[in-house]
Every structure is written in structure tokens, then in C-alpha cells.
């Protein structure tokens, strides 16, 4: 993992005591609300529709267990004993008061960690594949790459204030689990036909009112070229991107207006006239980065231990949950383990301390001291030897982590809503809750198979309900929820954006309207075999539309 | 015809701990049904001159009005949203110890 240098620690302190001194002068009255509001946003801290809320950075979700059990003090001493992790692999808190923040942020920053940029219009936490360094179809660690760019692009003075947020998400590997298409930048390590690695780069994708899936601004990039390449992109957009309208300003609004090839062309114009060696990071400061990513020293572990064979054949609810949880690994006798913040009934996304307490423990004890928190808002432990598998699956199943659902229907991603946040029109939480206790059968979500059910409380598209199999998206109307429902979206297996069913239903009428789509996919698919995606890929919204809405 | 007035009420967020608060008679409340109700336009702009006051006086942020229903006998917003925010809660179970709100008035 990556470690702080003198640099660092003293660029993220240095913050804290300014971030304080202007809290210190907002109390005191020297900053009215509207002069703090733009430096509250800067460093992470909202105010939502019951309290403050802090947004912090974890960058491209790798945690270690000591920041972690940090996570879990600062819910416990400043919160209320949990914290909410996001679609954008970050963790928010959603109850600090104002006066407290500073201490939150010293106490974070003692574990090499920050809110800085988890708001306004700057580059955001830059995002990737939760299986970074595990996947065996990995051509290189795309976290190299993101810390590379989290360091380009703090406090950037060019990109500090651009048309509208940006978010970036890399990949390293040829299956895309950092659903890169939906990203304003999307960078996927490749290799040339010479062999030589470099980067495929997607832009003007997103989610948002006007959801689009990103298009190839470049086929391959040289590595060198990641940052003057980048500053090109960026710059392009932010001379044109609109400033005029909140709604138009995205980068994506720009590729769609200008088309990728004009787009294109006015940024390789500026990328060829840019001094690029001033630009792009030095290949020692890279080597430097590299360093901390290097695989951990995985002892030699038995491909097939004897215990763990066992207990997979006499513990039926730790078989379902390494067949539905885990992951094949690059070292032999390993595994990755999705840790499911998705208990049936549960807040997707929502831990306790508690619960982050055991992820800390277990990871620290049994999982080279890492975690990954994925985009779906579940937790990866990385780094298991098969032989402790079992003795994580306990750990876990104590604290009710134990759910055997990674991407089944109750994998639900929900933004948190109207419960929480000020900009939606409607609760995403219950929702979810209500859909996820209707399939609760462990035997019924493995008969329907992969399926996603992704839900926004607003049309800020947070829960990312665009690109799910079912998507959620709640509105209001005349003050009364109402919610739309897509289907066939998808972020990375051929990206595509959700189709309307029709007309909207009620919050009461949601879990129905999912459970008979459900079963109508239940009833065409031609085996079991097919998945939802496939079936409806096939046969199209009218068979669905019609058992929805037939009967009204 | 001209649209009846809405008896309405001001909110805001308090300044330091960031939770719901309403214009009460003499200063700000965190209880909906203890604010003031504005009956008429000019009530109303009575009303949104003392929320300023408390913004100047750095007591509140974000103020706005909104409609409530008057049938309880107390002010209760009509609207989903302004009714979770008076709940002053999730109005799920959330965290390790926390109730959900309660969307009545008759909580």
C-alpha cells in the first residue's frame, strides 16, 4: 500500500489547520455562509437534510486495517457508531457537528487519510478495480496509475475549479470492474501489438440526467504520456465545457457536442504543442509509487487443504458463500473474499463499528493487512489462504457479514436517499430494504442468478440505476414519492444504458413491480443458464412491459 | 383565480450542529409543530425577514419556507421530504442503536 511521505503528511496537516482556522472563523461569524460553503465542499464536509455530512477519501478503495479501526473510532466518537460506504469507493459520515470535523480530519490524517476534493468541481478520488493486484487477468496494478493521478491532481491549480466534478477510474485488467465507461475518463492498462503496455482512454461517460456510455478518445497511449495526456483532455474541456448551465456542464455534454472525433482532435492538438517532460511524472517518482504496490509475500500455501475441502463439504452456508463471494487469485491457494455489506434487510453500503472492527482484524490477521472497498459498496478482503477461509467466513458471519450474495439480486447498490440527503426527491434505503427482504431465500437468489439492482433517490444518478439490470430511480411528484424503473443497463459487459419500463409506480408498489419482473424473466429465460442480461438482451422490454402493466 | 395561500412555516439547519430547525413565536425550535405559521403572504414575508435575522445572527443556515397542514392542530409538512426532515431521523433503523422516525404527525 501506499505510504505517506514528508511531503504528504505535511501537505494533509498543513490542511486540517486551515480547514480549522476557517471553521474557527464561520463560528465566530468572519465567514458568512455563503464565503465557507466553497471551502466546507472542498474538504468533504456537506450539510444534508438532518446534519452535517463528511465524505472521506479513500483512495481507489484500498484500506488497511488500521485505517479501517480509525474509520470505526471516528464513528464511534464523532457519529453514531457507523459509517455509509459509496458507489465512489469513499466512506461517509453522516451525523458530525460542525465544531467536531477538525478533530475528525487530524484524527484521519494520523492514518494517512483526507477529505480533500470529495466535493466540488475538481478531480474526485480516482477509482479502480477492487481485484487491483489479485486478478489473474491483470496486465498490470492499475493502482500505480491511480495514486499517480491522485497525486497530479490534488490541489492541480489548472483543475481546482473546472465546469463540474470529474471522476477517473482505471483498470488493469481485461474485465472491467471499475466500470470505466461511465467514468468522465476511463483508463484500461493494455498491451500494443509490440507488446508494450500502455493505456486505452474512454471519455464523456456518466451517469447524472443525461446518462452516456464513455467513447475511445485514444486506442493506446504511451504510460509515459498518462499526465500530459490527461492535462490535454482536461484542458479541452476546461476552456469548452459549458459554465452555463449546471446540467450541460459534464465533459460528456462536451464529446457529445463536439462528437469524440472533433473532441479528439482538439485535444491531441494540444497534447502535441504541450511541453510534455514538464508535464509527466518522473519515471523515478513512478518506480518510487510502484514500490508500495509490489505483491505482498503470500507464504507458499497447499492448493487444496485438507481442512478447508472439509468444511466446504460439511458447511453447506460456507460452501454457497465461497461459491457466491469469492475469488480465484493469482497465487495458488489463495482467494479473495467479498466481504457483503448486504445483509437481507439491510442498509446497502452501511457498517458499524463494530463491523469494521472484525473487517480490520481479519484483514490485519489473514489478509496481508488490506481491503478493498468496491464501487457495488461492498468490502474486499484480497489475500486469503484457502486454509483460513473458514476462519474468516466465521469471522465474518459473527458480525453478520456473512451474506452469500455478491451480485445476486439483494447485492443492491442504493445512494442514501431521502433518509439522508438534500438533494433527493425520494428514499432510495427502504427501497432496497423492501426488495432485499422479498428474495431473502438464499435457494430463490441462486435460482434467479446474477442480477443487479442499482437505486438513485434522485436523478443525480448517485446510485448509479442507469447501468443495473433493474433500475430504481425515485422522483417526486407534487410531493409524493414516485419511481421509475430501466431495465438492460449494464456498466462494463458491453456498457449499456437502462431502457424505461413506462409509467411510474408507488413506493409501495416497487418490491411487486420487481418481483414480477423477476418472474417474467423467470418464465422466457431459455435455461438456467441465461442470465437476465441476456434474456432481456434477446427478448426486449416488451414482454416485461407487458406483465407489468397489462392488468391496469 | 388566484391559488388559495398555503399556510406555510420557516426552516432552516442550525449553524453548529447542522439538524432541522423551524421559526418558532420568539426564536428558532426543532419541533415543527411548535413554529410559526404564516397565514397570509404578508405573514409569510414577516416571517422570512426574522429567518434572515437568524442567518445574520449566525444562528441558522439555508433557510426556506415550506407548506404544512394545519389539520392536527399543529403545523405538519405536506411534502415526503419536508416530512422526513421534521422526523428529525432516518426514517429506517440505521446504525447500531438508532429507531426510525415516525412519518405522522401523531408521533
Known sequence: MYRYDEFDHRFVTERVAEFRSQIDRRLAGALTEEEFKPLRLMNGLYLQLHAYMLRVAIPYGTLSGLQMRMLAEIAQRWDRGYGHFTTRQNIQFNWPKLKDVPDMLDALASVEMHAIQTSGNCIRNTTSDPLAGVAVDEIEDPRVTAEVIRQWSSLHPEFTFLGRKFKIAVTGAEEDRAAIAVHDIGLQIVKNVAGETGYRVLAGGGQGRTPMIAKELRAFLPKADLLPYLTAALRVYNLHGRRDNKFKARIKILVHELGIEEYARQVEAEFAAMDKAAVAAPTDEVARIAAYFAPPKLPDQPAEPEAYTR????????????????????????????????????????????????????????????????????????????????????GLRAVGLDAPNRGLVTDIIACPGLDYCALATARSIPVAQAISNRFASTERQAEIGPLSIKISGCINACGHHHVAHIGILGLDKAGVESYQITLGGEPAMGPAIGERTGPGFSYDDVPGAVETIVETYLGLRESPRETFLQAFRRVGMEPFKEALYAAA | MAKAFQPSVFTANDLIEGDAVYLGETGWVRDVRDAAVAATAAALSALEARAEAGIAANEVVGIYALPVSLEAGAPWPVTRREQIKASRNTTIAVGPAAQPARLSDAA
Open chain 1, 311 to 394: 468444511m466446504l463439504r460439511t458447511d453447506p452456508g460456507f460452501a454457497a458463500w465461497v461459491g457466491q463471494n469469492t475469488h480465484a487469485h493469482r497465487v495458488s491457494g489463495y482467494r479473495a473474499a467479498t466481504v457483503s455489506l448486504k445483509p437481507v434487510g439491510g442498509v446497502p453500503g452501511d457498517a458499524t463499528a463494530e463491523q469494521m472492527r472484525v473487517m480490520a482484524d481479519l484483514a490485519e490477521t489473514h489478509s496481508a493487512d488490506e481491503m478493498r472497498i468496491t464501487h457495488e459498496q461492498n468490502v474486499v478482503l484480497p489475500h486469503i489462504a484457502l486454509g483460513d477461509l473458514y476462519t474468516v467466513y466465521r
